[in-house]
């Protein structure tokens, strides 16, 4: 049976101080329930603009709208159709700022009062630096986020291919990279969760302005977020090295009972990085949505 569609309303608007921001606002028919949610935020991916990898912006915003959230996907400035910045601050300052403009946009405009964060890759990062300086973001998706670098992934990957007949095989035709990898990166202790000398090492100091946090200022925001009580939703490609960060730098916080019902996991196989596959894009964008409905119902 065909999924039937709500009608939607997409608007470009103009924001921030010199409107030079530019945005696209995907909205379902108003209703009291519609109201009552969340807006969504998607946010730019490296330096894609707005439409996101493979137009996975356009296909999550509409999905959204259709369960009755209204959905922003703008480019930051000096992407997409923005203007520039004429100042020099730091990505990771600017966009912060610029993802509290449109908040301050739809809070004005559509009375909007709390708010879910999305993005791919470096827009998971912007996402999870919003969310955890904002009380305002109830909840974050960090699709394929921070691959943050560690001595023990290298190993990993060994591991992976060692169990995969595929690997065996191009092995035989003198195609592997196995060999390779050894010689590059001697064993070392495969980690499962983190040790508690670890945990000790996090560094204490929070630094907003790296696009790329350490590994301690990552689990603290993501355990700051569980802590207010927001949710987050994780989706990583099985081959990726961010998820092998969730497995070494979260697995064990995100299963401690004050996570319950707060967190997700989804990983998808047989993908790449952005998703390319169509039918890998659909259980994405169907995680997304349910993950949505449960946060901001």
Request: proline letters at 8%; charged letters at 25%; glycine letters at 6%.
């Amino acid at each position: 049976m065909a999924r039937e569609r709500m009608l939607l309303r997409e608007r470009t608007l103009l924001f921030g101080d010199a409107k030079s921001l530019v945005g696209i606002i995907t909205e379902p028919a108003p209703s009291d329930e519609v109201q009552a949610r969340p807006a969504v935020i998607l946010l730019n991916s490296g330096i894609l603009h707005r439409v996101g990898p493979n137009r996975l912006h356009v296909r999550l915003a509409r999905r959204l709208a259709e369960a009755g959230f209204p959905v922003m996907r703008f480019d930051y400035s000096g992407i997409g159709d923005s203007r520039p910045r004429t100042d020099s601050a730091p990505f990771a300052r600017s966009a912060l700022a610029e993802t509290r403009e449109c908040m301050d946009l739809l809070a004005a405009s559509r009375r909007v009062r709390k708010f879910l964060l999305a993005g791919i890759c470096s827009g998971a990062d912007s996402a999870l630096s919003a969310g955890a300086q904002d009380d305002r973001v109830t909840g974050v998706a960090l699709i394929e986020p921070y691959a943050i670098p560690g001595p023990a992934f290298p190993l990993y990957q060994y591991r992976r291919q060692i169990l995969d007949p595929r690997s065996w095989w191009r092995l035989l035709r003198g195609r592997s990279e196995i060999l390779g990898s050894l010689r590059a990166h001697p064993a070392e202790p495969a980690p499962s969760d983190p040790p508690a000398a670890a945990s000790a090492a996090l560094e204490p100091t929070p630094d907003f302005d790296s696009i790329v946090p350490s590994r301690g200022e990552f689990v603290r925001r993501v355990k700051g977020l569980v802590e207010r009580g927001a949710g987050v939703c994780f989706v990583y490609s099985s081959e990726s090295p961010a998820y092998f960060n969730y497995l070494v730098l979260l697995r064990r916080e995100m299963r401690r009972p004050r996570a319950k019902g707060r967190v997700r996991v989804q990983v998808l196989k047989q993908t790449d990085h952005v998703f390319t596959p169509l039918a890998v894009q659909d259980v994405l964008v169907e995680t997304v949505r349910d993950w949505a409905l449960t946060i901001g119902s």
